[in-house]
């Protein structure tokens, strides 16, 4: 087995064994299922051929450039098609789908993950990347802090979840704060084209929605009143 290769497994057994955020340790045995010999063959040669390959050429990096390229000059062709297919479709759930390929071909990706959650999902503050959950409530949307920290995610079980547990209230009683509506949006973004495709549907329940998802808060680690972006 070369040395690249056995670092390689040396690392995935480290990250393996972490300790867990309650402090307890993680075995082997609890992190992932124990493979079979035949399954653990199977993974190393798999391994092997990868670091085998030949390294990346001019030629490939050109192929990827092309690919990419050809990705960009069709996202304009993917946001005519999501908002037709938004105009056409009868459920709300549907069409809150196909805007947020709209927004998201129009590079708006923020809003398209959230228009994508919808009621509830998560989100980081753009100024310190702190860890946030949100859930909609007719309070309004309320927010939640991650205990973990900034590029982590919230690792506990579900009962344990503040915002889990309001969901099962009714009632954002344990929320660490809430989101502020945005009244008006810039002309010419992805949002205002997204709200101007549910004025013209009369959707007012998305529409609510979506001025949530650019609104402001107030982030309880850097102390900043900042925009979902």
């Given at each position: 087995?070369?040395?690249?290769?056995?670092?390689?497994?040396?690392?995935?057994?480290?990250?393996?064994?972490?300790?867990?955020?309650?402090?307890?340790?993680?075995?082997?045995?609890?992190?992932?299922?124990?493979?079979?010999?035949?399954?653990?063959?199977?993974?190393?040669?798999?391994?092997?051929?990868?670091?085998?390959?030949?390294?990346?050429?001019?030629?490939?990096?050109?192929?990827?450039?092309?690919?990419?390229?050809?990705?960009f000059q069709a996202q304009d062709m993917i946001a005519v098609l999501c908002?037709?297919?938004?105009?056409?479709?009868?459920?709300?759930?549907?069409?809150?789908?196909?805007?947020?390929?709209?927004?998201?071909?129009?590079?708006?990706?923020?809003?398209?993950?959230?228009?994508?959650?919808?009621?509830?999902?998560?989100?980081?503050?753009?100024?310190?990347?702190?860890?946030?959950?949100?859930?909609?409530?007719?309070?309004?949307?309320?927010?939640?802090?991650?205990?973990?920290?900034?590029?982590?995610?919230?690792?506990?079980?579900?009962?344990?979840?503040?915002?889990?547990?309001?969901?099962?209230?009714?009632?954002?009683?344990?929320?660490?704060?809430?989101l502020h509506l945005c009244e008006e949006f810039r002309a010419d973004t992805?949002?205002?084209?997204?709200?101007?495709?549910?004025?013209?549907?009369?959707?007012?329940?998305?529409?609510?929605?979506?001025?949530?998802?650019?609104?402001?808060?107030?982030?309880?680690?850097?102390?900043?009143?900042?925009?979902?972006?």
């Open positions: 087995m070369s040395e690249q290769l056995s670092e390689m497994l040396k690392s995935v057994r480290e990250r393996r064994e972490a300790i867990a955020p309650d402090g307890l340790k993680v075995g082997p045995q609890d992190a992932v299922p124990r493979l079979s010999p035949e399954s653990r063959q199977a993974e190393l040669d798999r391994y092997t051929e990868l670091l085998s390959r030949p390294a990346v050429t001019e030629a490939d990096l050109q192929v990827l450039t092309q690919i990419r390229d050809a990705f908002a037709q297919a938004y105009q056409k479709a009868d459920d709300p759930e549907d069409r809150r789908y196909f805007l947020s390929g709209v927004v998201a071909a129009m590079g708006d990706r923020t809003l398209a993950q959230l228009l994508e959650h919808g009621d509830e999902g998560g989100f980081s503050c753009s100024i310190c990347d702190w860890q946030y959950e949100y859930a909609m409530f007719e309070q309004g949307m309320a927010c939640y802090v991650s205990p973990v920290g900034p590029g982590e995610m919230y690792a506990r079980t579900p009962g344990d979840y503040p915002a889990f547990l309001d969901y099962e209230d009714g009632a954002p009683n344990r929320a660490d704060g809430f992805p949002a205002s084209h997204a709200m101007e495709l549910f004025e013209a549907g009369s959707e007012q329940e998305n529409g609510h929605r979506l001025r949530f998802f650019k609104g402001t808060y107030l982030c309880g680690q850097c102390n900043t009143l900042t925009q979902l972006e």
